[in-house]
Structures are given as structure tokens and as C-alpha cells.
């Protein structure tokens, strides 16, 4: 892990300053961070006035030409994106923006993390700027953590199986998952329920992976076909597909391993207890069958077959034969 650096500012405490640094790991997290800065930087200031640049497509002395304050009183706000991609110009231009930044003006640059503009990063933490990080969110708890977090903000209330639905179906994109919340929060009035989030997907045009993951999972070999030819037929990439049948594999793994003494499986409670259940159809000699069946489809559809679409389809009768193993 990398050791912190000392202007980061966690990032319920950022404020605006003469320069803000924003490293958006989670790119949906860092622009939040992002937008809330430059409302708290326009509340403080109404005179402020908003001017993004993209840092990639930069073009030399405008930093300068958008710091200085106009004739009719607005003050420069300026909101840079995609630092991590910068070119020279921007980096330079920056560099010499920090050593003299222009009095009552906002830079906030939102960086999605990498090496590219090090030399800049390090000059705002000399400068003492602050920096507050917005890690990836790989834990499902972390995800469930962001939509009690969006629904409360909101003063709405979710059952708790609405947001496992939310996790299992949409979570393998945090910006899908938080977008999916803010349309249930505009189209549910009162409590949002499991219910709602089913009506929800059910109206999807595409099968969703976690959705053809649970159906092959759960034996359901037809009816999973059925859904991934039609997830097919709507342009859902073969990867995620396979990808979310390997997820569902190990947390069946996982839950085996905790059954034998193992406590420690990363998962949420609800999903341990919905693998223990889903565990009682299956051996172990199946389970190991069904993830090396899913380990050679993975292979196929990034580059090994000529044919991923059949590859996954491969993979969903092999699990289904796997699930049947012990019967």
C-alpha cells in the first residue's frame, strides 16, 4: 500500500482551496467529490463561475487566460478532468501555477490515479494543496455501504433485500450500480423493496451477467441459455458473462472453505448464507469441475476461440452437468 501523503484530507473534510486535488480511483466517487467541491467553492462565492478543461487536450497559457478575474466581477473557477492523462502543456502550466496561485481563484484537478503528472502531485503536497484519494470498491460491503449512503441522503428508506438485489445485479459497476439507485429513488415513492429493484431489471432490455450467473448456478441450464442468447442479441460482451459465472463459483467455494473451519471468505453475510444454501446441490468434485469448465471459457472469450459467444454457452451446460454430478 502506498503511504499517505500528508495533505490528504479524508474526503469528508475537503474543502475548496487555491488548488484541490482529487484522485478518483473509483472515477463515479471522484467526480462526486469532484461536483461537491465546486458547489461548496460556488456557495462560499456566488461571483464564481465554472471553467472546465480537459487536461489531455490542453493548450498552452490557457491556465493563466482562465485564472484572471473578468471585468464584471466573476471570480474563475476552474475544474480540470482527466489529470492522469495530461499532456506537457498542462503539466507545465500547472507546475507554475502552484508555486503562484492567482488570489480568490479554485483549481480542483480530478486525477483517476497512475504515475502520469507525479512531478505535479508531489508539488501539491510540498505546496501543502489538499488531496483527498477515492479508492476502488471492490467489497460488496462497500457497495451496499454506497446505497444506504445515496438512500439516506435522499431520506428514503430500502429493505435489506433490496440493496443484496442492487449488489448481486448491478454491482460489478459501481457507476451502473449508483445510477440504478437514483432511478429507483425517482420512479419508487415510500420504501424501495426488493419487489421494486426485480420490476426494475425485469424492464432492462438485456439479461444482465449476474442474472445468467444465477440461473446456470441454480441448474436452470435452459432458462440460463435463453437469457444469455438474448443478452447476446443486446451487445453484452461475452467477458463479463464468464466473469460473473466465476464469481458465483467461488463464493461457492468460499462458502465450502467456511463450512471446514474457514471464517475469513470476504463475502457479505447474506451472500455466505445464500451460497451455503445454493452448496447443498452441489459436490465438491462438481464445484471443481464447473470452475475449471468456467477457467477454459474465460481463456476462449479473451482470445482463444473463435467463437466466445459458444465458449459461454459451453461453460453454462458444463455447469449445469457439474450441479448434477452428485445426483
Not at 501539491?124 to 489538499?130: E, F, L, Q, R, T
Request: aromatic residues 4%; hydrophobic residues 45%; charged residues 25%.
Amino acid at each position: 500500500m502506498a503511504r499517505a501523503r500528508k495533505n490528504e484530507v479524508p474526503a469528508s473534510r475537503i474543502k475548496p482551496a487555491p488548488v484541490v486535488l482529487i484522485v478518483g480511483k473509483e472515477a463515479v466517487l471522484g467526480e462526486r467529490m469532484a461536483r461537491r467541491v465546486l458547489d461548496q467553492a460556488v456557495s462560499d462565492n456566488p461571483q464564481r463561475v465554472v471553467v472546465k478543461v480537459d487536461a489531455r487536450s490542453y493548450q498552452a497559457g490557457s491556465l493563466a487566460m482562465h485564472s484572471t478575474p473578468s471585468l464584471f466581477g466573476d471570480v474563475p473557477l476552474i475544474y480540470a478532468t482527466h489529470c492522469e492523462a495530461m499532456n506537457d502543456a498542462f503539466l507545465a502550466d500547472m507546475l507554475a501555477y502552484c508555486e503562484h496561485p492567482q488570489p480568490d481563484v479554485v483549481v480542483v484537478l480530478l486525477h483517476g490515479g497512475g504515475v502520469r503528472g507525479k512531478k505535479l502531485l508531489d508539488t501539491i503536497a510540498k505546496h501543502g494543496y489538499p488531496q483527498t484519494t477515492l479508492e476502488r470498491v471492490t467489497k460488496d460491503s462497500d457497495k451496499a455501504a454506497l446505497i444506504r449512503g445515496d438512500v439516506r441522503a435522499a431520506k428514503r428508506k430500502i429493505t435489506d433485500g433490496a440493496v443484496e438485489h442492487l449488489v448481486d445485479a448491478f454491482g460489478q459497476d459501481v457507476r451502473e450500480l449508483l445510477s440504478t439507485v437514483a432511478q429507483l429513488l425517482a420512479d419508487v415513492d415510500g420504501m424501495i423493496t426488493e419487489d421494486d429493484v426485480r420490476v426494475f431489471s425485469a424492464g432492462r432490455s438485456e439479461a444482465t451477467p449476474f442474472d445468467v450467473a444465477e440461473l446456470a448456478v441454480n441448474g436452470k441450464t435452459g432458462e440460463a441459455l435463453v437469457a444469455v442468447r438474448h443478452a447476446f442479441a443486446n451487445r453484452v460482451d461475452p467477458v463479463p458473462l464468464v466473469s460473473a459465472m466465476a464469481v458465483k463459483l467461488r463464493q461457492l467455494a468460499l462458502a465450502q472453505g467456511a463450512t471446514r473451519g474457514r471464517s475469513d471468505t470476504g463475502m457479505a453475510p447474506w451472500q455466505l448464507d445464500r451460497a451455503r444454501r445454493q452448496l447443498r446441490f452441489w459436490s465438491g468434485e462438481g464445484l471443481a469441475q464447473a470452475i475449471c469448465a468456467v477457467a477454459t471459457a474465460d481463456e476462449q472469450v479473451k482470445g482463444a476461440s473463435r467463437d466466445p459467444q459458444y465458449a459461454v454457452e459451453h461453460a453454462i451446460v458444463a455447469i449445469g452437468e457439474a450441479r448434477n454430478k452428485r445426483f
